[in-house]
């Protein structure tokens, strides 16, 4: 039985977890005089015949704050397969009212989670995945990148709202909502705004938004530089009609002799700098 757990739990155990094992408190101290477990924290114990990866690494640190503690931002996105790497600091949630004190390698957020907002995957209590993922997006290391593959492949913008209005004042909260706003409208408007900021920060003239070529409108114009800039959105809201669409409006704007650039929503937020220096390599070109 205890084999078993210990290969389920990716070798952690608590106390409590021990004890309904079979151990008793002089056994596992025994144990731990031996070296033959390690312990991570008061109650919480690694057995030390195995690699100490990553798994185990969150799930003592989760372990660690308590019963309620849940493990929540980036450390419960790679817990549901949205990220590929671990971060290196777990966070993790706990209720207002705890003792708890911060350990290295951790990061607690203290706030009363409700029971719609927690699941439990692989015997360790995380934030269910919508509220996982507009929490995550905002960490550093998560990013708009990491939303727009959850819509692609995991969950519905629906459920992200809902999650991120029943927790409303959390940290990050501001960050997240401007996110889903952008996703709510295909994030086309916000990311044009975002457009002109960059370029004007980086006092680059000569262009005017939403202007007609070919009969279509186009989202940024450098007339006299014939260059063209066409944002897209988040790539969840794309699909074939709008993918032609798309072609043949860029095929009509390159024949009327524009040069035709397409950013991101991604590409903006995510890398500025690349874009202004491919605007300015194409004016100057022209």
């Known amino acids: 039985m205890l084999d078993d757990f210990l290969r389920d739990h990716d070798?952690?155990?608590?106390?409590?977890?021990?004890?309904?094992?079979?151990?008793?408190?002089?056994?596992?101290?025994?144990?731990?005089?031996?070296?033959?477990?390690?312990?991570?924290?008061m109650g919480v114990y690694f057995v030390d015949d195995r690699p100490f990866t990553d798994a185990a690494r969150i799930r003592a640190a989760v372990w660690g704050n308590g019963?309620?503690?849940?493990?929540?931002?980036l450390a419960a996105a790679w817990w549901l397969h949205l990220t590929k790497f671990a971060p290196d600091v777990v966070e993790v949630t706990v209720p207002r009212v705890s003792n708890h004190t911060k350990r290295s390698g951790t990061r607690l957020r203290r706030r009363d989670l409700r029971p719609a907002d927690v699941t439990e995957r692989n015997g360790l209590r995380v934030?269910?995945?919508?509220?996982?993922?507009?929490?995550?997006?905002?960490?550093?290391g998560g990013g708009a990148q990491l939303m727009d593959q959850a819509l692609q492949r995991h969950t519905q913008?629906?459920?992200?709202?809902?999650?991120?209005?029943?927790?409303?004042?959390?940290h990050g909260s501001p960050a997240a909502r401007r996110l889903l706003q952008a996703?709510?409208?295909?994030?086309?408007?916000?990311?044009?705004?975002?457009?002109?900021?960059l370029l004007r920060a980086a006092g680059i003239t000569g262009w005017r938004t939403n202007q007609r070529i070919a009969g279509y409108e186009v989202d940024v114009v450098f007339r006299e530089a014939k260059v063209a800039i066409e944002?897209?959105?988040?790539?969840?809201?794309?699909?074939?009609?709008?993918?032609?669409?798309?072609?043949?409006?860029?095929?009509?704007?390159?024949l009327a002799g524009y040069q035709v650039l397409r950013f991101t929503w991604l590409d903006l937020v995510e890398y500025p700098e690349r874009v202004v220096a491919e605007v300015r390599r194409a004016i100057r070109a022209r």
């Open 157 to 170: 913008l629906g459920a992200l709202w809902t999650a991120h209005l029943r927790n409303k004042g959390r």
């Open 231 to 254: 944002i897209d959105g988040f790539a969840f809201h794309t699909d074939a009609d709008v993918f032609q669409r798309d072609r043949s409006k860029q095929n009509a704007i390159a």
């Open 127 to 140: 934030t269910v995945l919508p509220l996982t993922v507009v929490e995550a997006a905002v960490r550093r």
């Open 183 to 197: 996703a709510d409208d295909g994030a086309r408007s916000e990311a044009e705004r975002v457009m002109g900021r």
């Open 67 to 73: 019963e309620r503690a849940v493990a929540s931002g």
């Open 11 to 41: 070798g952690v155990i608590t106390l409590g977890q021990a004890r309904s094992c079979g151990l008793s408190r002089y056994a596992v101290n025994r144990l731990v005089k031996s070296g033959h477990w390690r312990r991570c924290s």
